[in-house]
Nanobody
Framework: QVQLVESGGGLVQPGGSLNLSCTAS????????VSWFRQAPGKEREEVLC????????RYADSVKGRFTISRDFAKNSVYLQMTNLKPEDTAVYYC???????????????WGQGTSVTVSS
């Protein structure tokens, strides 16, 4: 059974850092492109970044460039969203997702985690 599980969310002060995890089961996550999305209260879901397995590049939303990065751990079948210099506008539920393809898709991804909540507030 294909499953993605996020963890690591919580409350952090502005300027702080947080690392989110996304662990897969039922397939090898490292074979495919992986995206992180977020949805803030009252707003539409937006793509934060996508790592493309095809060319091992990452595309970032302008709002997170220079602050967020993605890393992967093959042994743990996981990817991580490393967030630094967090701002109140980063407050959202964060989701990892994949379509088990090697290219990044903007929508229509088939597999999603349940989300983990991040609140940036003093």
């Amino acid at each position: 059974q294909v499953q993605l599980v996020e963890s690591g969310g919580g409350l952090v002060q502005p300027g702080g850092s947080l690392n989110l995890s996304c662990t897969a089961s039922g397939f090898i996550l490292d074979y495919y492109s992986v995206s992180w999305f977020r949805q803030a209260p009252g707003k539409e879901r937006e793509e934060v970044l996508c790592f493309a397995r095809s060319d091992e590049t990452t595309r970032y939303a302008d709002s997170v460039k220079g602050r967020f990065t993605i890393s992967r751990d093959f042994a743990k079948n996981s990817v991580y969203l490393q967030m630094t210099n967090l701002k109140p506008e980063d407050t959202a539920v964060y989701y990892c997702a994949t379509d088990k393809e090697v290219y990044c898709l903007s929508d229509g991804l088939s597999y999603w985690g349940q989300g983990t909540s991040v609140t940036v507030s003093s």
